[in-house]
């Protein structure tokens, strides 16, 4: 449709981006492409699959609730992604998409996030987004894995 159309993006995933998703199962794989395709903003895959140990080195680090042995991620199972957009401010400088207590970071996060919700849904699967998640006072804006 037209609307589909005027929607759709000239963003493309890197080098560093495909090799991240790669391993990944179909449905989290056409959700990523999907989302980068209808998003407002540029962003790159920067986790994909990983091993109980991985899982468990950043549980031992305090950046997940999840083991990876008793507790596994969907990360484990190539049904997740961790992304990160890349947006430039009015100067052409990067804007540090890490920095959360900043409104226009959180509005680009926002944006991205109903990027998956929405490739999700015209895809028809269920995307969970770390928003969701609070671990030690802080939100997992760069995390979307699929339910099924």
Not at 15 to 42: C, F, N, Q
Not at 56 to 81: C, I, W
Not at 116 to 136: C, H, M
């Amino acid at each position: 449709t037209r609307k589909a159309e005027e929607e759709m993006t000239n963003f493309k995933f890197g080098k560093s981006s495909l090799e991240k998703l790669r391993g990944l199962r179909e449905p989290i794989l056409e959700v990523t492409h999907k989302a980068l395709e209808i998003s407002e903003y540029d962003f790159s895959v920067i986790d994909g699959l990983r091993t109980a140990m991985q899982q468990r080195e950043l549980y031992e680090a305090g950046k997940s609730e999840l083991d990876g042995f008793n507790r596994t991620s969907k990360h484990q199972s190539g049904l997740a992604v961790d992304v990160y957009p890349y947006v430039r401010d009015d100067n052409g400088s990067l804007v540090d998409c890490w920095n959360y207590n900043n409104p226009k970071v959180k509005a680009i996060w926002l944006e991205v996030g109903r990027a998956f919700l929405r490739a999700g849904r015209l895809l028809g699967y269920e995307v969970e987004w770390g928003l969701s998640y609070n671990i030690d006072g802080g939100y997992d804006y760069p995390h979307f894995q699929i339910n099924i």
